[in-house]
Each structure stands twice: as structure tokens, then as C-alpha cells.
């Protein structure tokens, strides 16, 4: 707790402080609340464009995800006795070991070549490595959904995608909240994806590389760039507090066999 509030305390105090505060003491509380940092991040430059292209990125690769995860998932954990699924269970789930290290420099040229160093190229390649951490979970967790319950949809006359759509996925809330959470707050933190691929222009900057960029034109007032810091985590704090509970069950529930 102590390792995460300090940073968060610094980030708060530093952003509400004038610069001659800051200049006095970092830690001290601020004298008031001052507001003219948010005031001054807010105005400079394209700060709404770039709080938009963060939403628009965070929330159409979230719904490939939500959707491409647990449908792949799904045929997986129903034919998982078939070699083929068993091969490709584990093809995708050996991405795990894959640092992003080792595939940066082959994304940049493979992108590069297929024309899509933009935001298009972004979602697509968040929603292809979230596959292996979403596809672990989501299998995991659909073991332990009964099989008589496509059994007793098929005996109704329901085919796989109205077993799948009507029963199974309802059923699938807690996980698809899971993956929902956890790969928003990658998406809306993330710096180095954007950064290899969306360095381009500055129109197609998210949120990270305008505060990267906006710190480095502002290298002595800290205030500045705290305040930035704070206000681009905001959203996804919240976000967080609101579905962390998700988070609990969906994991524990795809840990236990019935």
C-alpha cells in the first residue's frame, strides 16, 4: 500500500500546487486547491483529440475482444479432446512467453508494409495479443460450464451460435468483465504500441504520448505534467473501481472444477 499511495499522493499534491509550492516542498500538502494546472494541461494543444483517440482506441478493441475472445474460447473448451484445438489452445497460449520486446522491431515492419501504422493497426494488433491472456482465462473458466446445457439447447432446436449467443455467453459475465478491465487498463496505459505504431502524426497521438511529448516541452514545470498524469488515470480508476469485483469472481470461478 505504502509503494502505491506515495506515487499517488505525489502525483495529486504535485498537480493542485503552484510551482513555487513545488519548488518549496514536493511533499508538503498544497496550500489550496489550486486548479489551474488542469486549466493550462486542458488548453494546450489538441488535448480533447487525443482523449478521443485514447476512447475510440480503448473502447472498438475492447468489443473485438468481448466478442472474438469468448466465441474462440468457447469452440475451444467444446472440442477439447480434437488434436487440432488441443494445437491451437497451445499455439496461441505460447504468445505468453513472447516478450514484446522480441516482436516490436517485426510489427513496425509488418505494419509498415500492409499500410497500417494508424489506429486501425493499432486495435488490430491489441486485439491479437490480448488473445492469449483472454483465451487462457475464458477456456479455463468454460470447463466448468455443464455440458448438458448444450445438450438440452440442442435437443430445443438451437444450433452452436444459439447455444453459444442465448446460453453460454450470458453465463460468461463475470470473465468477459474480467478481460473487459484488465485489458482497459492496458489499452488506456499502454505507451509503447502507440508509440512504434502512431508516431506518424501527432493527430493520432492517444493519451500516453501526449503526456510523454507534453512533458518534454514542459521540462521544468512538473506541475504541469502531474496534473496530466492525474487526469489521464482518472478515468480508468474509475472505471476500475466500478468492475474490480468482477475481476475476483471471474477468476476464481474458473479455477474450480464443479
Not at 499517488?8 to 519548488?23: F, G, P, W
Not at 486501425?120 to 491489441?126: D, F, H, K, Q
Request: charged content about 10%.
Amino acid at each position: 500500500m505504502i509503494a502505491i499511495l506515495i506515487p499517488m499522493y505525489v502525483t495529486v499534491s504535485v498537480a493542485m500546487k503552484t510551482q513555487e509550492e513545488s519548488t518549496r516542498s514536493i511533499f508538503a500538502l498544497p496550500s489550496s486547491f489550486y486548479l489551474g494546472n488542469f486549466e493550462k494541461v486542458i488548453n494546450a494543444g489538441k488535448y480533447w483529440t487525443y482523449v478521443s483517440n485514447s476512447l475510440l482506441i480503448t473502447i472498438v478493441s475492447i468489443a473485438f475482444m468481448l466478442l472474438l475472445i469468448p466465441m474462440v474460447s468457447y469452440a475451444i473448451s467444446r472440442n477439447y479432446k480434437k488434436k487440432y484445438y488441443i494445437f491451437l489452445y497451445y499455439f496461441i497460449l505460447s504468445g505468453i512467453f513472447v516478450p514484446f520486446q522480441v516482436i516490436m522491431l517485426p510489427i513496425v515492419k509488418h505494419m509498415s508494409n500492409l499500410d497500417l501504422l494508424n489506429q486501425a493497426g493499432l486495435i488490430i494488433m491489441y486485439v491479437a495479443l490480448s488473445f492469449t491472456q483472454g483465451m487462457f482465462l475464458s477456456v479455463g473458466y468454460l470447463k466448468n460450464v455443464p455440458l448438458e446445457l448444450d445438450e438440452a439447447c440442442k435437443m430445443d432446436g438451437g444450433g452452436v451460435w444459439q447455444t453459444f449467443s442465448r446460453v453460454i455467453y450470458p453465463l460468461m459475465l463475470p470473465i468477459t468483465a474480467t478481460i473487459l478491465i484488465l485489458n482497459s487498463l492496458w489499452i488506456w496505459n499502454d505507451f509503447m504500441l502507440p508509440l512504434v505504431l502512431l508516431n506518424r502524426s501527432p493527430n493520432y497521438w492517444t493519451l500516453p504520448l501526449f503526456i510523454y511529448n507534453f512533458k518534454t516541452e514542459y521540462t521544468i514545470d512538473y506541475n504541469l505534467a502531474f496534473a496530466g498524469f492525474f487526469m489521464s488515470m482518472l478515468p480508468i480508476l474509475v472505471l476500475y473501481g466500478f468492475m474490480q469485483r468482477y475481476i475476483i469472481s471471474g477468476l476464481t470461478e474458473g479455477a474450480l472444477k464443479n
